[in-house]
């Protein structure tokens, strides 16, 4: 058995992981999608000992799924996981609104959620789903941002990749961004207002709806 050498110009395992990570949130490894260590070691250019690293601790974590007989595959979410999922995160979404509230923003913490907001807005206005969805995505992760707790971080890195994979790989209607964007704006206000209060309740609200939309999705985005 050949030792794996580090030469210094591998890429690390967390680098390695933060790019299968992203791979299965844009759709690149699909749900059920099987990842051998040998194209792992492959594609990412590290030896088997960090590729063997890499998919144990994304199994740990929840990305990736081990099926006796058949290895490691990407997690499948089927309709009733979706369920959940969604109840757990409207809580936890809304701690951590909650905890940014009672944060002091910094000026560049509050110009930053202005300039989200206002993408929203005009994507919202222009019917551009795509640089909605991107513009979603940074407006949850700077709230969490924000609210600086490591253990809710971690938990919600978790449990959000398979709903947001499923929303992108949706996409957004006209109507829904209509209904999400009213939800984002009564947030970033009680967020500069720091009514942390209004900033939960509204949170949770938004999580609560768009869990609703959720589960109505096609059969083929779940597993």
Do not use: C, W
């Not at 089927?78 to 809580?91: F, K």
């Not at 964007?181 to 967020?191: E, S």
């Amino acid at each position: 058995m050949t030792k794996e050498i580090d030469t210094g110009e591998s890429p690390t395992v967390s680098n390695v992981m933060a790019r299968i990570r992203q791979h299965i949130f844009e759709g690149i490894y699909a749900p059920g999608q099987r990842l051998i260590e040998k194209d792992v070691v492959e594609e990412y250019g590290i030896g088997r000992g960090r590729a063997r690293e890499v998919l144990k601790s994304l199994v740990g974590e929840g990305y990736l799924e081990f099926e006796e007989n058949r290895g490691v595959r990407v997690r499948r979410l089927t309709r009733q996981g979706a369920i959940d999922i969604g109840r757990v995160r409207e809580v936890i979404e809304g701690l951590a609104a909650r905890l940014a509230a009672e944060r002091t923003f910094t000026d560049e913490e509050r110009s930053t959620l202005a300039n989200i907001q206002a993408e929203m807005d005009r994507a919202t206005e222009e019917r551009d789903a795509e640089t909605f969805a991107h513009a979603n995505r940074r407006f949850h992760d700077l709230i969490v941002e924000v609210a600086d707790n490591s253990v809710l971080t971690k938990q919600l890195e978790i449990l959000r990749v398979p709903i947001f994979r499923i929303q992108f790989q949706q996409s957004f209607t006209t109507a829904s961004m209509g209904e999400r964007n009213k939800d984002h704006q009564r947030i970033t206000q009680a967020l500069l207002d720091g009514d942390a209060d209004a900033a939960e309740a509204a949170m949770r609200d938004h999580v609560r709806r768009g869990n609703a939309r959720l589960v109505e999705f096609a059969d083929r985005l779940f597993g």
